[in-house]
């Protein structure tokens, strides 16, 4: 099951700090067995991919100094990735949106909402 969060990170002072501990806190995690992390400088975006060991995938996007979104689901199964999508189309994402935060096409994301009745 998909469920998403968009917090505010303590700090919040800088993009790099807010990465920098980002990163120091997953390191330290010993429930993380996997981690992949993505830098956009650029937009000033970070996406964090984490593995715990019971195979939970967590990914994590600093959108903003002090502003970060989470998705926390079971992967691999169609019905996970089916209650993302419409929990992010209930939130009012984008579909471009949603594809970036799920880490597909948006085309992906526009089918499986017509699939589901949601557009």
């Known amino acids: 099951m998909g469920k ?5 990170m303590p700090g919040g002072s800088s993009f790099r700090a807010d990465v920098a501990a980002a990163v120091q806190s997953l390191l ?4 993380v067995k996997g981690l992949d992390v993505s830098v956009d400088k650029v937009r000033r975006t970070a996406r964090f991919r984490a593995v715990g ?19 926390t689901s079971v ?5 996970a990735f089916e209650r993302q999508v419409t929990a992010l189309f209930e939130q009012g994402y984008s579909q471009t949106d ?14 499986t909402q017509r699939r ?4």
């Open 75 to 79: 992967p691999g199964t169609k019905k």
């Open 4 to 8: 998403k969060s968009l917090i505010p």
């Open 53 to 71: 060991q019971d195979g939970r995938a967590s990914t994590t996007d600093i959108l903003s100094p002090g502003l970060v979104a989470t998705v």
């Open 116 to 119: 589901l009745g949601l557009r």
């Open 98 to 111: 949603s594809g970036r935060i799920l880490d597909c096409s948006q085309a992906h994301i526009s089918k």
């Open 28 to 31: 330290d995690n010993s429930n």
